[in-house]
């Protein structure tokens, strides 16, 4: 079974540009994160989407936005990027959207999209 | 809040070595805590996970951890180390909210050299 997929691999923009990444979960999973991995640092939590709503938010502008769709694919866009939204960004989906509150199911993390903003 | 610790940025061994990483977390809660392996250019692989069944947790590629309650610790032990182990490794500890999401929040990373 194909794993997360993400589009596109690398991509590079120049300031105030808008970007939009992609990603597909795997099959049978409605639930799709999306995480910021700056050079040298953790990945940071910026969205999470169940079933097309928002179901939490990080600490980020609201430059940053997402989508989910009917099939659960989604998208994430920034809008006038800076030199600092330069990172790797990874998307996760996972079986479970609803928590019982255990916060224990696993997320499968797709190879991410290297963004580079000059 | 929750938070997490990973202790030494870098950590070298020796192939054939013991590989011990370290984890420290904070919860107010009984945390679910997980470590990913993420090697040059690709995204996080699950190594293991600890979700209260039990304190050792075995992983794969031969790695394990144990939770540690009273020192709020899940360090990341293999035996032997292999080339191959080289990678950055990050410990993440699960945080569910009210209104029905979770998110991981990560320690910092270690990178784990290993020489011949």
């Known amino acids: 079974d194909a794993g997360v997929t993400q589009s596109p691999t690398h991509l590079i923009k120049t300031r105030g540009q808008h970007v939009t990444l992609r990603c597909s979960p795997i099959s049978g999973h409605k639930s799709v994160s999306w995480y910021q991995q700056v050079l040298g640092q953790g990945p940071q939590f910026i969205f999470q989407y169940y079933e097309k709503e928002e179901r939490g938010r990080g600490n980020f502008p609201d430059r940053f936005s997402a989508r989910q769709f009917p099939n659960y694919s989604s998208e994430l866009n920034v809008n006038a990027l800076l030199l600092g939204d330069s990172a790797l960004y990874l998307c996760?989906?996972?079986?479970?959207?609803?928590?019982?509150?255990?916060?224990?199911?696993?997320?499968?993390f797709g190879p991410g999209t290297r963004l580079t903003v000059l | 809040a929750q938070s997490v610790t990973q202790l030494g940025s870098h950590v070298s061994v020796s192939e054939g070595a013991l590989v011990l990483l370290r984890c420290n977390y904070s919860?107010?809660?009984?945390?679910?805590l997980f470590w990913y392996v993420q090697y040059p250019n690709q995204g996080l692989q699950l190594l293991l996970k600890?979700?209260?069944?039990?304190?050792l947790v075995k992983g794969i590629n031969g790695f394990e951890a144990e939770f540690k309650k009273s020192e709020t610790s899940f360090h990341l032990t293999k035996p032997s180390a292999h080339m191959s182990d080289a990678a950055e490794y990050f410990c993440?500890?699960?945080?569910?909210?009210?209104?029905?999401?979770?998110?991981?929040?990560f320690g910092a990373g270690t990178r784990l050299a290993v020489h011949p």
């Open positions: 919860s107010s809660v009984p945390p679910y």
């Open positions: 600890y979700t209260s069944a039990a304190t």
């Open positions: 996760a989906s996972s079986l479970a959207g609803l928590d019982n509150g255990q916060g224990a199911f696993e997320q499968f």
């Open positions: 993440a500890v699960s945080l569910a909210f009210s209104g029905g999401y979770n998110k991981l929040i």
